[in-house]
């Protein structure tokens, strides 16, 4: 939990208690740094340009410290306010100053860098002084060192906000339980064409920004509107378009770039702000997962799969190809990188049952440290064992790695196994103890954390349920809408609420507290998009037979985006949809 110095000036009403509260909270940093006698000076005319001073005052010369409250830029006026303060100070009969230093809770600018310089070094020379006698303390330095000294929590009040925050919680909890449809309901703010939006067209939001690839009007087929868009947020105007060669498929934004691959193995990186070039290569296979970043001291490149099981290094800035390891196998899924013992861990799950632990060294080396193979019991196999197979991503959570697979045909448990990274063996594989529910299909979607469980959906059903993390027993399933044989869009977890697009053309919320609906609001058709069914209601389709398509409109295949006021989520009919009041 974060608060800023524009956060304090909140706390404390108004600019004028905010300035007399910095002051005492500087003092009290202060004294709790320094061993010596702090103390502060009555606020008054004629303080003799003390603020806090530090030794003792008349006697020896003492550090001074002079707190200005300035939280926006350094002007004309700031700017006396600071000579003045200091003249007085240098100039008094009274006492000699050792070092005099300027806190403020605001970052210098480039501007006010080159300013606050030059005046302290013509001060220096002026009253030939010491190199170091003049200094400033910024917003950051304080904000740092009050945490170092433990008064960060306490300056700020944020023990204070926890129990408040808390307690809001508790209160919003009841009435959810109590009240459950006295909340507003959702609405689409607005809707934009963008061309179809796959299972692997998840859109990113970054500040008043959602960028998303696109497979155009027509899927697996290239046409004009294969691309990547950037949209304003707040209306939905395309700020611009990046037409590609082919169908694109997971994003990345990764050092202010957008990054992406295509069906036809091309990979492009753009400017994020104009949507301009920096740079395109085209490699030999298709590249669907989502391309990730490593950083060392030595070198910073980008790291993704081809569906041929290459997996290749390439230099963000330049393209180059800084290395490559052919692995021989499928892979459609995204991989996952973690840091582990200061080694940087690549895990690549593969549609032949492995999934592979690389290390990338410091020589950019892929290096195959283990290779999990992994199979099942199958009572419609031959020697009554099959491979997994794995097209959706690693969830890690701790040193456990959790993911969806795909078996044979459907089954009595869910399609669930946790991996145990340290011990490099399987932790447990999901169970239904409680009988609850029955043919659970293949997952290829994603996998969320809420609490203490693994949030999931499947195909050949209408519901989505809870694993318990620790020994993967089922918890729990709600059924929601038409029952479909195919899922494609992952649920999504946001402040203790659950949401899920499904085939069947709707977006649902899960409260996370009671795992019952709250709403469906049908997004299958732009026509018809804004329907909302609440928690009392069946959807239209709730009752209808299971089917592989929709008899009317489009389904949902992309997982939504979320942030504090909006959620974004693309339809198959190529709508990009922004709701709020979610």
Sequence with gaps: MKRDWQDFKSLHSNLPGARDAFEKACERLFRKIYLK???????????????????????????????????????????????????????SDIYKIETWILCIPKVLTFEESIWWNNWKSKKINQYKLKENSIKIMNGNELIDLMKEYSLYDQIFEIEELKTIKSINENVTRLIENFYPNKKELPSILWRTYVGKQRSKNTPIIYGNSIFTGSCGQYWNESDDFDGIYCLDIRNGNIVWFFKTPSDVNEISMINGYIFAGCDDGTIVCLYSITGALKWLSKFENSVVCKILKITTSSYECIIFTDCKGNVTLVDINSSNILGQLKLNTEIISDISYIRYDYKHIILIPTLNGEIYELEVDDFNNLNIMHIYNLSYSDIYSENGISKFEFSSAPLIWKNFLMIGYVRITYYDYPAVVCIDLEQRQIHWIASNKKNIGFNFGNIRTSLSILNDEIIFTHPYSNEIGGININNGNLNWLTTIGRPMYQQWSSPLVFENNIYVARHDGYLYKINGHTKEKVYGIYLGESNNAGIIYDCNQLTSVENEIMAWNLFNGYSIYATPAINTNYLVVGSDEGYLYCIVNY
């Design 37 to 91: 006698n702090v103390q502060s000076i009555a606020v008054k005319h004629g303080d003799g340009g003390i603020d806090i001073y530090i030794g003792s005052l008349g006697i020896e010369p003492v550090e001074i410290f002079q707190c200005k409250f300035f939280l926006s830029d350094i002007n004309e006026s700031q700017k006396q306010q600071i000579r003045n303060s200091f003249e007085r100070a240098i100039q």
